[in-house]
């Protein structure tokens, strides 16, 4: 009964920002950690942005410095604020979470349905 939302996708010119948000729901325990994924056509799922629950961030260096992820404990939401935003940056972008739920005694892995971001020249 774990549900995550995104939205915000959309579409952008190089060098705009977006900010996405994902808001999850339902029979949750707890949350260790949220973060976000993409998926361009033709290629792996790859990690974008995660952070745990005390903040700590992850980030690759495709999107360091310019990709920026918050979270709000108490509401179970995560964002990501993207600036400086290049064509590579096209793909679909899946809000991520791991989850204890109420009915489970471990964690889980649950995922959005994406939001798409196309980014133009």
């Known amino acids: 009964q774990v549900q995550l939302v995104e939205s915000g996708g959309g579409l952008v010119q190089a060098g705009g920002s977006l900010r996405l948000s994902c808001a999850a729901s339902?029979?949750?325990?707890?949350?260790?950690?949220m973060g976000w994924y993409r998926q361009a056509p033709g290629k792996q799922r790859e990690l974008v942005a995660t952070?745990?629950?005390?903040?700590?961030?992850n980030y690759p260096d495709s999107v360091k410095g310019r990709f920026t992820i918050s979270r709000d404990n108490a509401k179970n939401t995560v964002d990501l604020q993207m600036n400086s935003l290049k064509p590579e940056d096209t793909a679909v972008y899946y809000c991520?979470?791991?989850?204890?739920?109420?009915?489970?005694?471990?964690?889980?892995?649950?995922w959005g349905q994406g939001t798409q971001v196309t980014v133009s020249s």
């Open positions: 991520y979470a791991a989850i204890r739920p109420i009915y489970y005694s471990g964690i889980r892995d649950y």
């Open positions: 339902g029979s949750i325990f707890s949350i260790n950690a």
């Open positions: 952070m745990d629950n005390i903040g700590s961030t």
